[in-house]
């Protein structure tokens, strides 16, 4: 059975999706024994790709390659760059509920663009008894459970939210009934915002839309019907966070959590970074390595 990672990357104008896949790509071929790896993009991202850092890297980076259209007129959302810097830009990452179509694998872990892949712990996940996998748990850098405002639930009375930053699944037809289910979702979110009572962020989000479509195929019971990852919690550094160096396969990041508090981090493990510009500023370095 053929297995690897999708990525999405879709450009705004502020934020380079496409460098960051390209830095998440390069990390798996580096560090993981199965490495094979797709990347779902448009024309407008995969040329700046190019433009930026060249035809080989990109053939170095990913096996495949599929463009696809996005639709244009979408909601936008507040990026934050560290505590003190925020931009409103369009929020174009509608597509995640296309991927059981769109992977080229018959075992697909779908990650996030601005995913960091420092560990080996993805091969644990391949040839799994389970049909998908999903990680509730996350922390941030001080291991604090309540990352950026996202809860473990929608609400108290609500139910838990599954985070889409990487996901695990065959090509089965439970798992094809979920992305259908996620593509329904979001045809009409708009209703489930208000059956399922979560704050409006003004954007569509994929954890939402996953999360309600495994509440709906485990025939709306909260139970452990679905299996966190390998490493079952996820590690995330916030948009209040600053990735300000990338050398022999740590990030080092500056924390303020609070105001004026600041934290300096280590880390080797594989991180989920909020903070899209951090990125930016050390891709060149990742790149370098990794390649």
Same mark, same amino acid.
């Given at each position: 059975?053929?297995?690897?990672?999708?990525?999405?990357?879709?450009?705004?104008?502020?934020?380079?999706?496409?460098?960051?896949?390209?830095?998440?790509?390069?990390?798996?071929?580096?560090?993981?024994?199965?490495?094979?790896?797709?990347?779902? /993009?448009?024309?407008?991202?995969?040329?700046?790709?190019?433009?930026?850092?060249?035809?080989?890297?990109?053939?170095?980076?990913?096996?495949?390659?599929?463009?696809?259209?996005?639709?244009?007129?979408?909601?936008?959302?507040?990026?934050?760059? /560290?505590?003190?810097?925020?931009?409103?830009?369009?929020?174009?990452?509608?597509?995640?509920?296309?991927?059981?179509?769109?992977?080229?694998?018959?075992?697909?872990?779908?990650?996030?663009?601005?995913?960091?892949?420092?560990?080996?712990?993805?091969?644990?996940?391949?040839?799994?008894?389970?049909?998908?996998?999903?990680?509730?748990?996350?922390?941030?850098?001080?291991?604090?459970?309540?990352?950026?405002?996202?809860?473990?639930?929608?609400?108290?009375?609500?139910?838990?939210?599954?985070?889409?930053?990487?996901?695990?699944?065959?090509?089965?037809?439970?798992?094809?009934?979920?992305?259908?289910?996620?593509?329904?979702?979001?045809?009409?979110?708009?209703?489930?915002?208000?059956?399922?009572?979560?704050?409006?962020?003004?954007?569509?989000?994929?954890?939402?839309?996953?999360?309600?479509?495994?509440?709906?195929?485990?025939?709306?019971?909260?139970?452990?019907?679905?299996?966190?990852?390998?490493?079952?919690?996820?590690?995330?550094?916030?948009?209040?966070?600053?990735?300000?160096?990338?050398?022999?396969?740590?990030?080092?990041?500056?924390?303020?959590?609070?105001?004026?508090?600041?934290?300096?981090?280590?880390?080797?493990?594989?991180?989920?970074?909020?903070?899209?510009?951090?990125?930016?500023?050390?891709?060149?370095?990742?790149?370098?390595?990794?390649?």
């Amino acid at each position: 059975m053929s297995k690897g990672f999708c990525i999405h990357a879709y450009n705004n104008l502020e934020i380079d999706y496409g460098t960051m896949a390209l830095c998440c790509a390069l990390l798996i071929k580096k560090n993981l024994n199965i490495n094979s790896t797709a990347l779902i /993009t448009t024309d407008d991202t995969i040329n700046e790709i190019q433009k930026l850092h060249g035809s080989k890297i990109l053939e170095k980076a990913f096996d495949f390659i599929s463009i696809i259209e996005i639709d244009r007129e979408v909601s936008t959302r507040n990026y934050r760059d /560290t505590r003190y810097t925020s931009k409103i830009q369009p929020y174009y990452n509608l597509n995640r509920s296309d991927t059981f179509e769109l992977s080229p694998f018959d075992e697909t872990i779908l990650l996030d663009a601005d995913y960091l892949v420092l560990d080996k712990s993805f091969d644990l996940a391949w040839g799994s008894i389970e049909e998908i996998m999903v990680n509730k748990q996350v922390k941030d850098l001080n291991h604090n459970l309540n990352v950026s405002g996202f809860d473990l639930r929608f609400n108290d009375m609500s139910i838990p939210l599954y985070w889409a930053t990487s996901v695990y699944f065959k090509k089965t037809e439970k798992c094809k009934a979920i992305f259908q289910l996620m593509q329904f979702i979001k045809l009409n979110y708009p209703y489930y915002q208000k059956l399922f009572h979560f704050n409006s962020t003004g954007y569509f989000r994929n954890d939402y839309a996953l999360s309600i479509a495994l509440h709906m195929i485990s025939g709306q019971f909260e139970n452990d019907s679905i299996k966190p990852l390998p490493v079952d919690t996820i590690l995330v550094a916030t948009e209040n966070d600053d990735m300000i160096n990338f050398k022999d396969n740590s990030g080092y990041f500056l924390s303020e959590h609070i105001e004026n508090k600041f934290a300096l981090h280590q880390i080797y493990t594989n991180i989920h970074v909020m903070n899209k510009w951090s990125i930016g500023r050390n891709a060149q370095r990742i790149i370098s390595y990794a390649s």
